[in-house]
């Protein structure tokens, strides 16, 4: 049997570099895909520290990875990509991770993102892209333009899970806004709102060089943190707040710290993971503003948006890579960013 390198989480902070046998041959509507670039998330980290995320535990080893690119090897039957055309070998791909059903209630009503049925890859029990070969839906690959690299083909997963979180709250011209934590998800976030002309756009972040990256990216940069940094921008909001404030860091005080910022009647959009699966929010400041509250759940379809925002350099992904590794140093690069040292903001695995 023929066998490939793969790295799989035994429990917490226990990542192996393994042996395992390739993906069997591609069966109709699916393709073969050769990974080339892998970015670690967020949710992954969630993963890797406690062997476990919201009430998801893992009990046997898999493969980790969900955002990732590479090139397609060999096709099954009829490979119908995720832009309606045939995926050929050779194509350049971003795969989008999520396998909803498609036939279920939410599926049908078009929020595949809430299927109940989801399969979602390097999310456990399923085995994900920090390996070199894994088979796929064609539906799920987005073939990318040469003027998007491999790393940035990654990156579009984080960058529709962005997407989908502006689209959620419709923010629109004229409104202000305001993002806690500026890891990648919050830097896509800010640049997404940017790219539509929301102004200001505050970001407040406890790490100086992310902040820095924030400021580089547009964002008016708050200079505290915590109640500090919400006076802050009330301070500099005349006192009204934010239309829109986005919780994109541990959904611990953040989420607080959004509702106090955002102005009444505004809407707090939480993104972020918390660690203890609980959810802090101070009841009379959600419910003297009146505060609209929303989920963010993964995404639905937005690979395609997230190509164009590149291409059109609306939005900087390659700016969000601070740190590369091999594959085989993964569980090196999983240590160093779970520490957030070393000016770490966003790291890609090259297999
Ligand atoms: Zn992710
Ligand atoms: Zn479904």
Redesign the pocket.
Known sequence: MKMMKAIRLYGPRDLRLEEVPCPASPERGEVLVRVRSV?I????LHTFRHARIGDTVCTTPFIMG??FSGVVQVVGEGPTGGDGLLVHPGDRVAVDPAQPCGVCELCKKGHSNLCPHLRFLGHYPHDGSLCEWIRVPARNCFRVPDLIDDEEAALL??LG?ALHSVSLPRVKPGDSAAVIGAGPIGLCVLQVLKGVGIDPVFVMEKLPWRSKLAGRLGASVVSGSDAQGVQEVLDRTAGRGVDVAFEAAWSDNSVQHCAEIVRPGGKLMVIGISDDDKLYLKHSTARRKGITILMVRRMKHTYPDAIDLVLRRIVDLKTLITHRFRLEQTPDAFALNAAYDDGIAKAIIQV
Do not use: K, L
């Open positions: 970015g998330c967020g949710s992954d969900h955002e997963e984080p899970v």
